[in-house]
């Protein structure tokens, strides 16, 4: 479980420093974008016959930055809606 913690911190650490712009999200958002970012890609590896969902291997470990990079994406998007409003 820490692993698994740490793999989804490192893997939106990641993301954020891909995607270009400054973004407006703290650490534990980073670390939930990162950890969903981390299922999708053993998901997608898992599908792919490469491991389980649990195991982080090397396409696994490159979707899940590519999912977190397009999570965190939208989670600017959201929240830049949400201050444009007020």
Known sequence: MIGFIVAGLV???LARLIKPGKQNLSIFATLLLGLAG????GVIASLLGTGNIFE???????VA????VLLIGVAEG??????VRR
């Not at 981390?38 to 890609?41: A, L, P």
Request: charged share 10%; proline share 0%; no cysteine.
């Open 11 to 13: 893997i939106g650490a």
């Open 38 to 41: 981390s299922v999708i890609g």
């Open 56 to 62: 982080l291997n090397f396409l696994g470990f490159i």
């Open 65 to 68: 930055v590519i999912a977190a």
């Open 78 to 83: 959201i929240s830049g809606r949400r201050s």
